[in-house]
């Protein structure tokens, strides 16, 4: 199992650009190229590092969801994996990949994970993100967060961030009018949020 976000280090731009040309590497480029290029000055490195501290901004989320051929996609689900980690997972190849080995706050039945979930609106652009949130049995401040954009060619490819939240519960909000961006907002709740049934179990 692949520990954490990791970019393969044999994959380049550079790479993906001989793929557009030679029929032999056609698997390993996505099917929009533009979209393989990150955008410029965005450290991944960095990102995976910041991810250990605070939430992944959705427009972040989108980045590397969008270049998620530069990273190894987990083939199965991590075991208990502590605050900070990520993960890619394809969910149509890992359907189970919620399955992590931790306790989850439980629906009134007793089996089913309580997830709240959001359909989030990145910017003003066209992107949108479906996020879906978990909390700790045990410790509440302790939370999962799955989220995948609603994009045809690549709303298989889920990004998970695990992270113990030191202040007031967060969820992602509105863009903020004169930045035109979204930002983590330490003072909202997961409260308006709709609850729905997980795979864990």
Known sequence: ?????????????????????????KDEIAPNPVAV????????????????????????????????????????????PPSGSLFLFDRRVLIIFRRDGHNWRKKSDGKTVKEAHERVKVGSTDDELYCYYAHGEENEKFQRRSCWMLEKDIMSIVLVQYLEVKGIKQKLRSPSPSRGTYAMSSTSTLSSLHDVDSEDS
Not at 55 to 80: D, G, H, K, Q, V
């Open 1 to 25: 199992m692949t520990p954490n976000l990791e970019i393969k280090k044999e994959t380049s731009v550079v790479d993906l650009e001989k793929a557009a040309v030679h029929d032999d590497y």
């Open 37 to 80: 290029d990150p955008r410029p000055g965005l450290d991944f490195e960095q990102l995976r590092y910041e991810a250990q501290h605070r939430w992944l901004r959705p427009s972040e989320i989108c980045e590397i969801l969008r270049n998620y051929r530069m990273f190894a996609i987990t083939s199965e689900p991590p075991n208990r």
